[in-house]
T-cell receptor, first 116, second 115 residues
Framework: DAGVIQSPRHEVTEMGQEVTLRCKPI?????LFWYRQTMMRGLELLIY????????DSGMPEDRFSAKMPNASFSTLKIQPSEPRDSAVYFC??????????????FGPGTRLTVT | AQSVTQPDIHITVSEGASLELRCNYS??????LFWYVQSPGQGLQLLLK??????LVQGIKGFEAEFKRSQSSFNLRKPSVHWSDAAEYFC?????????????FGKGTHLIIQP
């Protein structure tokens, strides 16, 4: 398997623009997580899905952020409008959440977002 | 709410020397504990995890960690570090084992290896 795939790897955009980050989880995994990494706050969970359904979005910072998972092989994280404080590395991770598996979360390489 | 503290922001170790990275957690029930490593520009890779049973767990790349409930700690150790071990190390905790809920991470420890 190719692992968790994220695109783009780098994104530079201007304040006020819409940004869409994409994630393809490992085939067969039923959980998908979005994390954000910043120097100030470290790694934070934003939202996670089980079988394409959002389970906990309490980490989403504000209404400018939205996430979807239209099918088992694709998820998006959208920021509209973007602000400079959204600059961070965004990670997607996937896992088997079912007993009998290792429960390990496999992380993608991340998308480095810079908002100017 | 669960939380993780990694008290050392940076640690410098000579190549070939032993290593211990500290991790303390705050959690009201039996924790599921993890150590991840992040190389520059890369995602996170799981080194090892503790769910139950033997409190000394072995991981990849020669790392091990010991769970001490009385001290709420899960320190990572390696007997002899290599230059390739230079990276950022994160301790994490979850309610359910990490597969079925999100991880709470510490702020990380940056490991520098001196030749």
């Amino acid at each position: 398997d190719a692992g968790v795939i994220q695109s783009p790897r780098h994104e530079v955009t201007e304040m006020g623009q819409e940004v869409t980050l994409r994630c393809k989880p490992i085939s067969g995994h039923d959980y998908l997580f979005w994390y954000r990494q910043t120097m100030m706050r470290g790694l934070e969970l934003l939202i996670y899905f089980n079988n394409n359904v959002p389970i906990d979005d309490s980490g989403m910072p504000e209404d400018r952020f939205s996430a979807k998972m239209p099918n088992a092989s694709f998820s998006t994280l959208k920021i509209q409008p973007s602000e400079p404080r959204d600059s961070a590395v965004y990670f997607c991770a996937s896992s088997h959440g079912t007993s009998g598996y290792s429960y390990e979360q496999y992380f993608g390489p991340g998308t480095r977002l810079t908002v100017t | 709410a669960q939380s993780v503290t990694q008290p050392d922001i940076h640690i410098t170790v000579s190549e070939g020397a032993s290593l211990e990275l500290r991790c303390n957690y705050s959690y009201g029930a039996t924790p599921y504990l993890f150590w991840y490593v992040q190389s520059p520009g890369q995602g996170l890779q799981l080194l090892l995890k503790y769910f139950s049973g033997d409190t000394l767990v072995q991981g990849i790349k020669g790392f091990e960690a010991e769970f001490k409930r009385s001290q709420s700690s899960f320190n990572l150790r390696k007997p002899s570090v290599h230059w390739s071990d230079a990276a950022e190390y994160f301790c994490a905790v979850s309610y359910s084992g990490g597969g079925a809920d999100g991880l709470t991470f510490g702020k990380g420890t940056h490991l520098i290896i001196q030749p």
